[in-house]
């Protein structure tokens, strides 16, 4: 996957400074709506309109489907294992 540079801020959970994230594939960009991880935290955040960073709430979470939410749980899982190891 693409990385991508994304507007320098503070984790809303942690406080950790993230700068970037990756694509879905190599050629999308995130837009508001996407979701991404904390390195610092783990914590789940999504991109508001103005691509700032927000915790997800379980209102946004009730909306994904299933499939959807499954895969945010693997990815989740794996990068708390990869930040264990």
């Not at 960073?53 to 994904?64: Q, S």
Request: glycine share 4%.
């Amino acid at each position: 996957m693409k990385t991508y540079q994304t507007p320098k801020q503070a984790c809303p959970v942690c406080s950790h400074v993230l700068d970037r994230t990756m694509g879905r594939d190599d050629s999308t960009q995130p837009v508001p709506g996407d979701i991404t991880f904390c390195i610092g935290c783990t914590a789940i955040l999504v991109f508001d309109q103005q691509m700032k960073l927000a915790p997800i709430t379980p209102e946004f979470i009730a909306g994904l489907s299933p499939e959807l939410k499954a895969t945010i749980e693997t990815r989740h899982r794996v990068l708390i294992s990869a930040l264990r190891n």
